[in-house]
Structure formats: C-alpha cells, structure tokens
C-alpha cells in the first residue's frame, strides 16, 4: 500500500503562484508514476503533470509552460510548482501514484490517490 498526503492549496489571485507537495509512504519502492491530476465542478478528472522515476516528465498542454513538477526522492516528495494562474486552474488538485507490472500476459496497473487538495483562482 501507498499512501499519500498532499499540501500547498489555496486561494490566489490571477498570474499568481502556487506550490503543492505530496509525501509518499508506505510501499514506494516499486512506484512507476507519480503526478497530479485536477477536477474542476462539473467536469471529469484530467492528468496535469507526471513524473517517472528516471525523472522524466510530462504535461497537460494547458499547462506547459506554466507548471513544473519535480521530485524529491530522498523526502519522498513530488511538488507542483504552479505559476501564472488562471480561473481556469480551479479545481481539486489529487496527487497520484502508480505501480505497473505484469500478471502472466497481463500488464496490471495500481493507482493511488492523496485526498486532493482544493485550488481556487480568482479572476
């Protein structure tokens, strides 16, 4: 099992910053993935940025440019550098993780989700 506690949520204004942090534990060892994901009211939860273990990164189009996300290993901690925001950005932010591995012939994937963090941005 993994868990995952998030930080760093909200209220700001448009074209400000902010910083989410999610601290893993438990059985990290083995994750593949860890990253963020939002949900805005009335719409269906949406990848924003993922980390792999070997560092490499990806991102939403809607915020390249503008998000960066990193990770500390020796804190067990991925953060979500979040600059230039838009009321678009509102949302509960849910950090992620995930073990891929194979069953037979069968790839499996295990996700585990923080208990999101709320970000509102104002206009």
């Known amino acids: 099992q993994v868990q995952l506690v998030e930080s760093g949520g909200g209220l700001v204004q448009a074209g400000g910053s902010l910083t989410l942090s999610c601290a893993a534990s438990g059985s990290i060892f083995s994750l593949n993935y860890m990253g963020w994901y939002r949900q805005a009211p009335g719409k269906e939860r949406e990848l924003v940025a993922i980390i792999t273990k070997s560092g490499t990164t990806n991102y939403a189009d809607s915020v390249k440019d503008r998000f960066t996300i990193h990770r500390d290993n020796a804190k067990n901690t991925v953060y979500l550098q979040m600059n230039s925001l838009e009321p678009e950005d509102t949302a509960v932010y849910y950090c992620?993780?995930?073990?891929?591995?194979?069953?037979?012939?069968?790839?499996?994937?295990?996700?585990?989700w923080g208990q999101g963090t709320q970000v509102t941005i104002s206009s």
């Open positions: 992620n993780a995930a073990r891929i591995y194979d069953v037979g012939l069968t790839r499996r994937r295990d996700d585990y």
